[in-house]
Structure formats: C-alpha cells, structure tokens
Nanobody, 126 residues
Framework: VQLQASGGGLVQPGGSLRLSCAASEFASDYHAIGWFRQVPGKEREGVACISLRDVASYIADSVRGRFVISRDHAKSTVYLQMNGLKPEDTAVYYC????????????????????WGQGTQVTVSS
C-alpha cells in the first residue's frame, strides 16, 4: 500500500489544519495508521495512531486535547485534525502503516511502521 499525506500549510498560532493520509488502494481497513512529525536535526516523533477497525486510538501527550485522529473507510483516508496549533507543531508530517497492526491498541513508535508516505509541511507562524 502507498500512502500520501496532504493538507499541510502555513497557519497562525491558534489556527487549525486537517491533514489527510490517503491509501493507494482500498486497504486502509487492514492497516493501523500512524501520524508522525519531524523537524530538521531531530528524531521523528509519533503524534497519533488509530488501530484496526478503529477500535482504539492514541494521541501523544504533546498534542492531546488539540489533535484528533479519525478514519473515513469509504475514502480509504485517515485524518489528523489539528486545532490550537502552536509554533512548536511546525514540522513535516508523515503517515505510515503499522507493520503488525493490532485491533485493541496502537502505538506511535516510528520503528514499528512501514510504507512511509511523502510528508506534508505544517508551519505555524504569525
């Protein structure tokens, strides 16, 4: 499966963006999907994940209460709704599939993910 992240852009602090992670085939139902971000010189950071069949999701502490992950099965797309954006959220955001997808939980450790899509730049600045 190939993933394509989109929806990034320039937004003022406090603003919102919705990122999309579209699968190349109607296979997202069979994958747990994670969102990650990376800034130059730093390691890739897990942001959110959603498990198989959308039973569970997990949001990183750094964005909990501001970011929401969801999935539209009809569109084979996973979304990351980002609200209350802060300058420290500036990064390239990526989505990927969990190598060993679970139903009851998911994790945001980058090393367990494959099929990294092309990232989308999010810049939060006034």
């Amino acid at each position: 499966v190939q993933l394509q992240a989109s929806g990034g852009g320039l937004v003022q602090p406090g603003g919102s963006l919705r990122l999309s992670c579209a699968a190349s085939e109607f296979a997202s139902d069979y994958h747990a999907i994670g969102w990650f971000r990376q800034v130059p010189g730093k390691e890739r950071e897990g942001v959110a994940c959603i498990s198989l069949r959308d039973v569970a999701s997990y949001i990183a502490d750094s964005v909990r209460g501001r970011f929401v992950i969801s999935r539209d099965h009809a569109k084979s797309t996973v979304y990351l709704q980002m609200n209350g954006l802060k300058p420290e959220d500036t990064a390239v955001y990526y989505c990927a599939t969990d190598r060993n997808p679970k139903t009851r939980w998911c994790a945001i450790a980058p090393q367990i993910y494959d099929n990294w899509g092309q990232g989308t730049q999010v810049t939060v600045s006034s």
